[in-house]
T-cell receptor
Framework: NAGVTQTPKFQVLKTGQSMTLQCAQD?????MYWYRQDPGMGLRLIYYSASEGTTDKGEVPNGYNVSRLNKREFSLRLESAAPSQTSVYFC?????????????FGPGTRLTVL | GQSLEQPSEVTAVEGAIVQINCTYQ??????LSWYQQHDGGAPTFLSY????GLEETGRFSSFLSRSDSYGYLLLQELQMKDSASYFC?????????????FGKGTSLLVTP
């Protein structure tokens, strides 16, 4: 039972390049989230998906797109990376029965945009 | 909206007790959670308070006062491995997918 997995763990991009961050969960929960973490800023919600096939914007969605193709997987895409998107990205999903208060996080993707 | 305030840094000695405070402002309240994050790692869940009072989990305890919009995390018998960042968080409402809203984190340094 891996919980939440993410790939890749590290990535370096040049400005304008694109990439997709992958996330998968095996807890069979409907909800999944993408957060970014910057020094001194805590974690901020980029996008969320309340169920398969649905996605909605969070606090900082500009420059990102997401896809929820099935219950397990929720991907985050940067179409044209910018240095301001240098950050650590975490995918998360709640533990069933926790009323969404207990969330499991993936190991993170450390992205640098040059 | 929601906002959470916690100290940015705390330093304590191995074996001691430390308290990390969190005050919050939120239009709807569904409980206060605490997460631990070691450098280079992912946040991991520590505790949750939905009602007023103290919750104890081993060396860690968490307290909530809803009337004061205040909570704290208490770490006892500090160990070097407790050096990490600690985040308080409140759960959002349905139109945010019940996502967590985090404070900016408290960096705890445990010294010998």
């Amino acid at each position: 039972n891996a919980g939440v997995t993410q790939t890749p763990k590290f990535q370096v991009l040049k400005t304008g390049q694109s990439m997709t961050l992958q996330c998968a969960q095996d807890m069979n929960h409907n909800s999944m989230y993408w957060y970014r973490q910057d020094p001194g800023m805590g974690l901020r919600l980029i996008y969320y998906s309340a169920s398969e096939g649905t996605t909605d914007k969070g606090e900082v969605p500009n420059g990102y797109n997401v896809s929820r193709l099935n219950k397990r997987e929720f991907s985050l895409r940067l179409e044209s990376a910018a240095p301001s998107q240098t950050s650590v990205y975490f995918c998360a999903s709640p533990r069933s029965g926790s009323a969404y208060n207990e969330q499991f996080f993936g190991p993170g993707t450390r992205l640098t945009v040059l | 909206g929601q906002s959470l305030e916690q100290p940015s840094e705390v330093t304590a000695v191995e074996g001691a007790i430390v308290q990390i405070n969190c005050t919050y402002q939120t239009s709807g309240f569904y409980g206060l959670s605490w997460y631990q994050q070691h450098d280079g790692g992912a946040p991991t869940f520590l505790s949750y308070n939905g009602l007023d009072g103290l919750e104890e989990t081993g060396r860690f305890s968490s307290f909530l006062s809803r009337s004061d919009s205040y909570g704290y995390l208490l770490l006892q018998e500090l160990q070097m491995k407790d050096s990490a960042s600690y985040f308080c968080a409140v759960r959002g409402v349905e139109n945010s997918g019940y996502a967590l809203n985090f404070g900016k984190g408290t960096s705890l340094l445990v010294t010998p």
